[in-house]
Nanobody, 128 residues
Framework: QVQLVESGGGLVQAGGSLRLSCEAS????????MAWFRQAPGKEREFVAA????????NYGDSMEGRFAMFKDSAKDTVYLQANRLTLEDTAIYYC?????????????????????WGQGTQVTVSS
């Protein structure tokens, strides 16, 4: 059973930065597709970034690239999401997701249905 543990959320002022971490518990991320999503109050879960473990570059959701950067530490089986120049609209619970399978027919890497494994989420609150 793949277990994902996120950390690094918290309260930050607008314009500040945070680094979120997602660590595998009892499993390696090798050959997995990893992703970050976020969910703001009253809104649907939103795709932030994803990449296949062996890729060198992540794919980002609309308007995410530039302020968000996803990267990994293979030795630690950990992926990170660096969030910069945060705004009030970035306030959300940030989730790490993973799949060992290909993209299901009819979906994309940005679709929550493509990820069977999820972490518990970490809250990011941006204040003015």
């Amino acid at each position: 059973q793949v277990q994902l543990v996120e950390s690094g959320g918290g309260l930050v002022q607008a314009g500040g930065s945070l680094r979120l971490s997602c660590e595998a518990s009892r499993h390696s991320f090798r050959n997995f597709r990893m992703a970050w999503f976020r969910q703001a109050p009253g809104k649907e879960r939103e795709f932030v970034a994803a990449y296949l473990w062996g890729d060198s570059k992540a794919n980002y959701g609309d308007s995410m690239e530039g302020r968000f950067a996803m990267f990994k530490d293979s030795a630690k089986d950990t992926v990170y999401l660096q969030a910069n120049r945060l705004t009030l609209e970035d306030t959300a619970i940030y989730y790490c997701a993973a799949t060992a399978f290909g993209i299901p027919f009819g979906t994309t890497i940005a679709d929550v249905k493509g990820y069977p494994y999820w972490g518990q989420g970490t809250q990011v609150t941006v204040s003015s």
